[in-house]
């Protein structure tokens, strides 16, 4: 496999990765802030396995591919190998963000401990918290675009 083909790769995944976040935030996050909490506690508890499954796989690939493509620049030299080892240090950073805020507030969320009384202020937190991760995604796509 050469670079070229790496740094394509990555821009695919980054891409999927970035318009998934910005699908979640776009429709289901205003959707989800309109419910009311009782029924957000019920509809989480259905359609977030569902979403777990769909996020954790392109997660682990949105970040493993733009890291691998880093070290293999870097290993080859290509002059572009920068902008790869950027885009693949904030892809490591989003997912320590998952792990650092969002492993939690998903569990509760599923477990229904947040409570109804303390429902918005998360989903306000959430939400910051996923808008972050989706510009710097964004951020991380534009560089790989720029590595090609």
Not at 27 to 52: A, C, D, M, Q
Request: charged share 10%.
């Amino acid at each position: 496999m050469t670079a070229d083909v790496l740094q394509i790769l990555t821009s695919l995944i980054l891409g999927l990765f970035v318009g998934s976040l910005l699908t979640e935030g776009v429709i289901l996050v205003p959707y989800w802030r309109s419910l009311k909490p009782e029924v957000f506690l019920n509809v989480h508890g259905t359609l977030g396995p569902h979403l777990f499954r769909y996020f954790a796989p392109l997660t682990v690939a949105a970040t493993l591919i733009p890291t691998v493509t880093f070290v293999y620049c870097i290993g080859v030299g290509t002059e572009s190998w920068p902008y790869s080892a950027i885009a693949a240090v904030i892809m490591l950073a989003i997912l320590g963000i998952f792990f650092y805020y969002f492993k939690n507030a998903n569990a509760s969320f599923a477990s229904g401990s947040v409570g109804v009384e303390g429902l918005p202020a998360e989903l306000s937190r959430w939400s910051n918290w996923h808008w972050l991760r989706t510009v710097m995604g964004l951020v991380a796509f534009v560089l790989s675009l720029i590595a090609i």
